[in-house]
């Protein structure tokens, strides 16, 4: 992916600021109207409807060069610095390009089942990894921005989650919308996996959510965060084999009965920040197919990528 420096939380001016008065003049009622009738018709008409309308007009831009200077304040106060290293950057919400370079981007050639990369080009379209061949998904295919075994990209992942650093979701949403393109363009909802609401309670957010509301801005695709519910208090994950893994997700997942029908015969993006061996959502997809979903798709920041 080529390096960008991403600028969020400043719009610049509509074009529609600095405009005059430019309203359309109705014609007259009667079947000869003079001249007289015209600019009468215009005068009532431009008193109406012109003045509430450049009012309007006025009230934006004065809204967003409020925001654009209450931007640039805060540039001085907190300069923009870079999400991983704190070096100057150009805008906030930005990598420096030292730690965008050090940050391994899954790009094409890929397995269109599992996202995971290719060691080279093999040629054709729609090519399956050995490893999906072997152990197909419950999902339909996966999408990820990075490998999680790269230092940068685990870091962004983990500040996320760990560390209350809510402000990531947005650069990191943004790069997720870019990666799975494919799978937005036919998505009718998002659905972020879920936490239990004890852990919830000891987080305080949910780091999937947050990232599903911007991609979600970004695709134009609904998100709907509360269509699948954690029944279960799985414990950690970590330290744990692919099939204890897999064991501790059973029965994790349900939809709840009021969300079914926006669930039902829909196709559905599961959105989650990290993918390790694919038990979390697998059992999430399982879940959501049994409620009657045409397609779940998996979307994530970074994933674990043990081969290909």
Same mark, same amino acid.
């Given at each position: 992916?080529?390096?960008?420096?991403?600028? /969020?939380?400043?719009?610049?001016?509509?074009?529609?600021?600095?405009?005059?008065?430019?309203?359309?003049?109705?014609?007259?009622?009667?079947?000869?109207?003079?001249?007289?009738?015209?600019?009468?018709?215009?005068?009532? @008409?431009?008193?109406?409807?012109?003045?509430?309308?450049?009012?309007?007009?006025? #009230?934006?831009?004065?809204?967003?060069?409020? =925001?654009?200077?209450?931007?640039? +304040?805060?540039?001085?106060? /907190?300069?923009? *610095?870079?999400?991983?290293? =704190?070096?100057?950057? *150009?805008?906030?919400?930005?990598?420096? +390009?030292?730690?965008?370079?050090?940050?391994? /981007?899954?790009?094409?050639?890929?397995?269109?089942?599992? &996202?995971?990369?290719?060691?080279?080009?093999?040629?054709? $379209?729609?090519?399956?990894?050995?490893?999906?061949?072997? %152990?197909?998904?419950?999902?339909?295919?996966?999408?990820?921005?990075?490998?999680? %075994?790269?230092?940068?990209?685990?870091?962004?992942?983990? =500040?996320?989650?760990?560390?209350?650093?809510?402000?990531?979701?947005?650069?990191? &949403? =943004?790069?997720? *919308?870019? +990666?799975?393109?494919? #799978?937005?363009?036919? $998505?009718?909802?998002?659905?972020?996996?879920?936490?239990?609401?004890?852990?919830?309670? *000891?987080?305080? /957010?949910?780091?999937?959510?947050?990232?599903?509301?911007?991609?979600?801005?970004?695709?134009?695709?609904?998100?709907? $965060?509360?269509?699948?519910?954690?029944? @279960?208090?799985?414990?950690?994950?970590?330290?744990?084999?692919?099939?204890?893994?897999?064991?501790?997700?059973?029965?994790?997942?349900?939809?709840?009965? %009021?969300?079914?029908?926006?669930?039902?015969?829909?196709?559905?993006?599961?959105? %989650?920040?990290?993918?390790?061996?694919?038990?979390?959502?697998?059992?999430?997809?399982?879940?959501?197919?049994?409620?009657?979903? $045409?397609?779940?798709?998996?979307?994530?920041?970074?994933?674990?990528?043990?081969?290909?």
């Amino acid at each position: 992916m080529k390096h960008e420096e991403h600028e /969020f939380g400043q719009s610049l001016p509509s074009p529609a600021c600095g405009r005059g008065w430019l309203d359309e003049v109705e014609p007259g009622e009667g079947p000869h109207p003079t001249l007289a009738d015209a600019r009468a018709t215009f005068s009532l @008409k431009r008193e109406k409807d012109s003045r509430p309308a450049a009012l309007r007009r006025g #009230l934006v831009c004065a809204t967003q060069y409020a =925001r654009r200077a209450g931007s640039l +304040a805060l540039d001085l106060v /907190f300069p923009p *610095a870079c999400l991983l290293c =704190r070096r100057a950057v *150009a805008g906030h919400g930005a990598l420096c +390009a030292a730690c965008w370079g050090d940050i391994a /981007f899954i790009e094409r050639p890929f397995c269109e089942r599992l &996202g995971t990369p290719f060691d080279r080009d093999l040629g054709g $379209a729609g090519l399956i990894s050995l490893e999906a061949s072997a %152990d197909p998904p419950v999902f339909g295919r996966a999408r990820a921005v990075a490998r999680y %075994d790269g230092d940068k990209a685990r870091g962004l992942a983990r =500040r996320l989650k760990y560390y209350d650093r809510l402000e990531l979701a947005e650069p990191l &949403g =943004r790069w997720m *919308a870019r +990666a799975g393109a494919d #799978l937005l363009s036919s $998505a009718d909802v998002l659905v972020p996996v879920p936490l239990h609401r004890l852990r919830l309670f *000891a987080r305080r /957010f949910n780091q999937s959510a947050a990232l599903a509301r911007v991609v979600a801005r970004e695709s134009a695709v609904p998100v709907e $965060a509360l269509a699948l519910e954690r029944v @279960k208090p799985t414990p950690p994950q970590v330290g744990l084999t692919r099939a204890q893994r897999a064991a501790n997700m059973q029965g994790a997942f349900r939809v709840r009965e %009021d969300m079914a029908i926006t669930i039902a015969g829909k196709n559905i993006v599961l959105v %989650d920040d990290v993918l390790t061996s694919g038990a979390t959502v697998n059992a999430a997809a399982r879940t959501l197919l049994r409620a009657g979903a $045409a397609r779940v798709d998996v979307l994530v920041f970074a994933r674990v990528v043990t081969g290909a």
